[in-house]
């Protein structure tokens, strides 16, 4: 096993799961032949892999991309600025301005 950086573990695991799912369709089909289902049955088992993996590989595709988005948000946007603060917002008292009347 190599050192793996967290940014590549989620990415992996997640082709990892479609690898399976891909298999799944192929075994079980022939697993359940081999008990003796009708060939009929076996298509249908498959077909119906084939399409809950096919979703599920969308959905991991569209959460990938959502992980992607939220890290590039949560980044700095340059050295120097607040992260969150808004643009022209000022730390520390209360400032008055030219003609605000003084207390």
Known sequence: MGA??????PQESASDV???AAF?????PVVLVGYGTSLAGAAGSALG???VTGVCRVLLRQSERGAERARVERRP????HRAGAAPGARRGGRHAG????VD
């Open 98 to 101: 030219p003609n605000a009347p």
């Open 77 to 80: 946007a340059t050295a120097g």
């Open 18 to 20: 479609v690898r399976w």
């Open 4 to 9: 793996e950086t967290p940014g590549t573990l």
């Open 49 to 51: 892999l084939a399409a």
């Open 24 to 28: 799944s369709c192929v075994l079980v």
